[in-house]
DNA sequence: ATAAGGTATTACGTTACGTTAGAGTCAACT
DNA sequence: AGTTGACTCTAACGTAACGTAATACCTTAT
């Protein structure tokens, strides 16, 4: 499907598709040959996904964070999405029942408080964010954690040292080509010990990669080991994946 | 009232009241000598109703624009608010169903085609826009044109000499102050002129005013006249409610 | 009179696109 | 084969509705 096409079946601007494309929240496969975006089914479930999302207030980072956490499972996104937007309706409701007061209170029927004008509405915050951050904030983090504490204090020593010897061989060939031999190496041993405490698939692990240069909480932390380390292991898993994938 | 108590009020940020205040869309009397911003009830139920507008999707400019109409009345506002909130439910629960089909979809239960898997969002326009237009919308022209055709030949040519002239008039003096006497008797006559083709109080009269530099449609046509001249009448249309509006 | 909390005015930053502008693509029609 | 009209691309600047400091004044409680 081209852009015009899916514009038109979701309501959105082709300029919409063009920005979510831009910021890495939905990427088609541009094969066209003359680089038209060609939409896949799948594309059009994740735009449904989103669609969903930007309904009940969330930003379009926030959305991109939900949806590339490695627990994310479009399922289980869905019943959740219900239930906001049960919710939602809930609240419409009440506005409902405050514009009738209001009407009342107009003609002099009953007497309201300034409190009762505003129930309804709280613009002050999206309400949804906490229950969306209790499922799927920070998860890939808190998984992984899970999974450390399960360890022994052996295996869990053991992990941590393998963890920093990566890190900082990641550090030292920062600034080599993300294609290069070493790197992919490196990079490769990095996608190993990751599946020993999560379970990565390669698209999930490019996205994570992603996450190291877009979440500054990540950023930070990993560019302790090294300045520019978070891009560099950015485009080192974004080749890694691609390269393993097709074969 | 103060604007924290306010902001809290209504769950919006004293950022927002501060915005509303700059771009004119809710003005309080800043009465407390030291520039504290103190909102009256009154100010309260704009605010209310900027919000009902606001949860519809309107832009502030459209909210501007529909609540200085001259014909508009809060009244008439909550019960069609009313009528487009009901809409809006209506819109969430197409969209549960849609949630509730792609479930059954994904277990395989049932077909879905790609349009099924849109209904009920369209982000593309704002659907609530053309009945407020419907209502509101041009109205300042639609009520005078209607008044002015009822009138006889005679007396369409001699509204329309005493228009261009208290146009140009207004054009030749647009450089003296506009709380200067010669400005403030040719804006009066002005003010004469509108009641007769139409109904305005002093806050309308103001309101129009401001429209007259909002809204390009107008600037364009009155600035024919004269360039800057539609800034002008705006500031000695303001100037000239709060002087008669106090006596 | 000094600290704590509220308020005001700049003023620059941000999000999620809208809106041209300039140029290449594709299918259909003469 | 050439042309047209509908479609697509990237690039880049514009806009709406605030968020986020920074700096300074006001007010009241101690």
Redesign the interface.
Same mark, same amino acid.
């Given at each position: 499907m081209h852009v015009k096409e899916v514009s038109e079946?979701?309501?959105? $601007?082709i300029r919409?598709l063009h920005h979510y494309d831009e910021i890495g929240l939905l990427t088609p496969k541009k094969i066209n040959g003359s680089g038209y975006r060609i939409y896949s089914?799948a594309d059009?479930?994740r735009l449904?996904q989103i669609?969903?999302f930007?309904?009940l207030g969330f930003s379009l980072k926030k959305i991109k964070e939900i949806m590339n956490s490695s627990s994310y499972k479009?399922?289980e996104a869905?019943?959740i999405?219900?239930g906001m937007? @049960?919710d939602?309706?809930k609240r @419409?409701?009440k506005?409902?029942q405050t @514009?009738?007061k209001? @009407?009342q209170n !107009?003609k002099g029927e009953i007497q309201m408080t300034? !409190?009762e004008?505003?129930e309804g509405?709280?613009? $002050?915050h999206n309400p949804y964010e906490d229950e969306a951050r209790k499922k799927w904030g920070d998860h890939v983090v808190d998984e992984s954690n899970a999974k450390i504490k399960q360890l022994s204090k052996y295996e869990r020593e053991s992990l941590e040292k393998e963890f920093n010897d990566i890190y900082r061989k990641l550090a030292e060939i920062r600034h080599e080509s993300p294609d290069s031999d070493i790197a992919q190496e490196k990079i490769g041993l990095w996608y190993v010990y990751l599946n020993k405490i999560g379970n990565y698939s390669l698209d999930a692990f490019k996205g994570l990669g992603q996450m190291y240069v877009d979440d500054e909480r990540f950023t930070k932390n990993i560019d302790k080991f090294g300045e520019g380390l978070a891009k560099f292991m950015r485009d080192a898993m974004a080749v890694y994946a691609e390269r393993n994938q097709s074969e």
């Open positions: 079946l979701a309501g959105v $601007s919409t089914e059009l479930e449904q669609l969903f930007k309904e479009q399922e869905l019943e999405q219900r937007l @049960i939602k309706r @419409i409701d506005m409902i @514009i009738d209001t @009407i !107009k300034d !409190k004008k505003f509405f709280d613009f $002050s």
